[in-house]
């Protein structure tokens, strides 16, 4: 299998106001397509910043950047965006929807920043994705009318939407009960079953049997668990 | 993203914030409606103003002659004969000429001399009829007396020959070889009336006068595509060249001049005025402005989650400057609506109908979009400048 994504000696600093923060160092990291890795790591860790920084949300200041075989690291604001949008589906603990938008426009959001998609073909898209997490019938709901697991199966959803290769996901189920975040782990595993790369932050080792690779985070300093 | 997309997006946002995008396009409402009724009632005024001239046809010129020696008996000059109109017709884009009456358009007067034994002097003469006279001694002849040589004099004139006005009641005064008799004398003429300098005789006894009626100038009838001014430098030419030895010079008198004049002072000011009133469009500028930065700080976490699921720095500026056009955009378009209806109730009270014009219809909408561009893109840039990162996790 080819790897999705490499990282080769990835250094990150915080600036502070007289000294700076190492909060990534000398990460080197292989994900393969179909993977569903896991990144652990306590509060504070850099795990987070880690996920940012492979979702093309962050910068860092040494190393190297590979995805999909294209050296990304020197990409600016533009060819990043193109490359999230494209290749890259996001999912946030806050499920993160706009709240002016119906659950339809918001899922059909990437679908209009690619551009040059028909509104048709938007329609029918919107309706796949929202069908596959169960929620068809929200469609002209807004996000606040949801509870939090559907506002996550939305947003997964709208991550979905531009069928990309690897999917981002910060600790997907922080914010909501037990139940609801077995259904939403249940809709990621389906997704890994389907060959989508999956990497998901979160401190709840329960959640490490859905990984086949684990990375264990502390202090800045990732170690390979799995 | 797509215009067309743009636009919902800008609508749904603004949408949820419905009161405070109302307050904020009053600003704009304001200043938009203000501007139009100013507008409105100058375009309104120049119209009258160009419509109650129209009557003066648009494709004539007068050519009058300025005697360098402006006492100067157009008589013994002769600045226009009757062989210089044939002339001046055969000029390239002169339609047809003839003689003005008068060089004040609309009055048949003739200069003469006039003497009372060894006193002289010019007088102006003109046609009693349908002129209301305000006598100062003496009387008006009568329809009865038309063929009889009277004449009414003006008060310099009779001062001039007799010292004392009253005097020159009944005294027979000699004009061109004929004696009239003096049967009235005219009050003073006031400063600014044309009228009561001229002295009145009848039409009927001022042809029996045996002066040839004097040409003092001419109309002349221009192609409408041919350009006046290059016309009458020709007319000039040609007149200068029949009257080589003349002391005086050729001018032009454009009956739409003084129609001109006006326009562009009306014009001048309703700019002006507009321009004042648009200081209040800059206030609405700076509330829209103003409103904007709160929206982009209200929406930090909006910004990062539409840059995390792909847009571009170009998008959300984009996104965030629709919203300012729009505000100002459906404010400009409802200022117009109050502009307009305010303007025509103005038009109640004023003695012309104010006027909206596509011009100005245009322009007011042009400007909202200005103010909505110019105020929106510094909120938008900051927007789009913020950090993906920063921006979701706040």
Redesign the interface.
Known sequence: MSNVIELKDINKYYKLKDDKLHALKSVNLEIEQGDFLVIMGKSGSGK?TLL?LL?L??SFDSGQYIFNGKDVTNFN??ER??L???YM??I?QQF??????TIA?NVE??L????KVAVKERKEAVEKYLDLVGLLEKKNQFPTELSGGQQQRIAIA??LI?NPYVIFADEPTGALDSNTSAEIMEILKNLNKDNKTIIMVTHDKDLVSYANKVIQIKDGVATKEM | MSVANLIKTAISSLKSHKLRTFLTMIGIIIGISSVVTILSIGNGLKREVVQSSEDTSANKINVYFQPDNLGADYSLIEPFTKSDLNSITRIEGVQKVEAAQGSIAGMSIVMSDISYFDKQTMVILDTYEGKSLNILHGRVMTEAEDNRRLIVLDYNTAKTMFENPEEALGKGVNLKGTYYEVVGVLAEAGMFSLTGSYSYVSEASKEGMGTEEVISAIDVYINPDMDKEAVFEEVKTELEKNHPNIQGEYALQDPQAITKVFEKIIGGLTAFIAIITGISLFVGGIGVMNIMYVSVSERKREIGIRRAIGAKPKSILLQFLFEAIFITGIGGLLGILFGYLFSQIVGIFVPFAPVLTIGSFIGSTLTSVIVGVVFGIIPASKASKMDPIKAIYL
């Open positions: 987070t940012n979702g949300l962050d604001e533009n965006s193109e999230r949008n494209n589906g996001f946030f993160h929807l706009i709240e002016s938008l426009q959001l990437p209009l920043y690619k551009g709208r991550a531009n």
